[in-house]
């Protein structure tokens, strides 16, 4: 038989660095995601991180709409439209076994792009460890040394002191600032988000040794090879 690992080759990848260690998303983390999103995501003083509001909206487990209703359905969806013109790999991150935050890898055409996109977020009381810098320099470093990305995007909005941090300790360089549009409770709001970009030449990698497992198998999936 068959495991599920060789069924859907992302769940076999593992990133690992010192105490943080990530891997792609699965039903059995869901419930310790759910506890980490109720204790909180947002600093209190700094603006909204996200497009969307996920992270407030009502807590109604067990119902359509609220949250975790339709952020199980997103997590879902990136699984079920999985394949090489479009993927996204939404990975857990764990410090000492806990999970503290979530790093995800979103990427188009990425055999002729060679870009990827980055967006990360952590539990409010598992920030300013460290965590978010480091779990971004294994992600970029992944996709740098082991799928052969040329270049990876991201972007934060005005003002998030933090964001703008752990881009910058990572290598990514300002890359213009774009008007966007956050969906929140009182409707739409437009922000600029200020866009950034990290290449090979400016990555900043983790000081700790790196251990990556899976890879091979991932790149077949994604029809990356070589």
């Not at 419930?31 to 995501?41: A, I, K, T």
């Not at 013109?85 to 935050?101: F, K, P, S």
């Not at 995007?153 to 956050?182: C, D, E, M, W």
Request: glycine letters at 12%; hydrophobic letters at 40%.
């Amino acid at each position: 038989m068959l495991t599920i690992e060789e069924i859907f080759p992302p769940y076999a990848l593992c990133i690992t660095s010192g105490p943080v260690q990530m891997r792609v998303l699965r039903d059995d983390d869901i419930p310790e995601l759910v506890d980490l999103v109720r204790d909180g995501v947002q600093p209190p003083g700094l603006p909204m991180p996200f497009l969307s509001d996920w992270h407030a909206q009502p807590f109604r487990p067990g119902s359509p709409g609220g949250f975790p209703s339709e952020s199980l359905a997103w997590w879902w969806t990136q699984r079920a439209t999985f394949a090489p013109d479009e993927w996204r790999l939404a990975l857990t991150v764990r410090r000492d076994g806990v999970l503290v935050g979530m790093q995800d890898l979103h990427a188009r055409h990425f055999p002729q792009a060679r870009h990827v996109e980055t967006g990360s977020w952590l539990g409010l009381r598992h920030q300013g460890q460290g965590t978010g810098t480091l779990m971004r320099r294994l992600v970029v470093g992944f996709a740098f040394d082991e799928l052969g990305a040329g270049s990876c995007g991201s972007g934060y909005i005005a003002g998030n002191l933090a964001s703008a941090a752990v881009s910058r300790k990572t290598g990514y360089l300002p890359n213009g600032v774009h008007r966007v549009v956050q969906h929140t409770t009182d409707g739409p709001v437009g922000v600029d988000e200020q866009r950034v970009l990290v290449t090979p030449a400016t990555y900043v990698r983790p000081d700790a040794a790196v251990s990556v497992e899976g890879a091979d198998a991932l790149r077949r999936f994604l029809a990356i090879e070589g």
